[in-house]
Nanobody, 113 residues
Framework: QVQLVESGGGLVQPGGSLRLSCAAS????????MAWYRQGLGKQRELVAR???????NYANSVKGRFTISRDNAENTVYLQMNSLKPEDTAIYYC???????WGQGTQVTVSS
């Protein structure tokens, strides 16, 4: 069955960095378009970044220049490198296989001093 397992979340100070990972299984990863979403407390879930099967990327305006999405097809893993983190980046971050109903369980990112 399809599984998306996120890791790498945690507590970080403003200006710090985190790298999230999403390990995928149960489908042909190298032809899948993938994305990271986030949901802050009391807010709607929003798209953070997406990457096509060919490696094309798109970002939310709020994270452009700070976050980088990438993928390793040999490892069936998609990453989100987050730099210059701000308190408003605090949220649960979810991995998503685009065009399907498959979501990961989420990983908490908290940016606070």
């Amino acid at each position: 069955q399809v599984q998306l397992v996120e890791s790498g979340g945690g507590l970080v100070q403003p200006g710090g960095s985190l790298r999230l990972s999403c390990a995928a299984s149960g489908f042909t990863f190298n032809i899948a378009h993938m994305a990271w979403y986030r949901q802050g407390l009391g807010k709607q879930r929003e798209l953070v970044a997406r990457i096509s099967s060919g490696g094309a990327t798109n970002y939310a305006n709020s994270v452009k220049g700070r976050f980088t999405i990438s993928r390793d097809n040999a490892e069936n893993t998609v990453y989100l490198q987050m730099n210059s983190l701000k308190p408003e980046d605090t949220a649960i971050y979810y991995c998503y296989r685009m065009g399907t109903s498959y979501w990961g369980q989420g990983t908490q990112v908290t940016v606070s001093s």
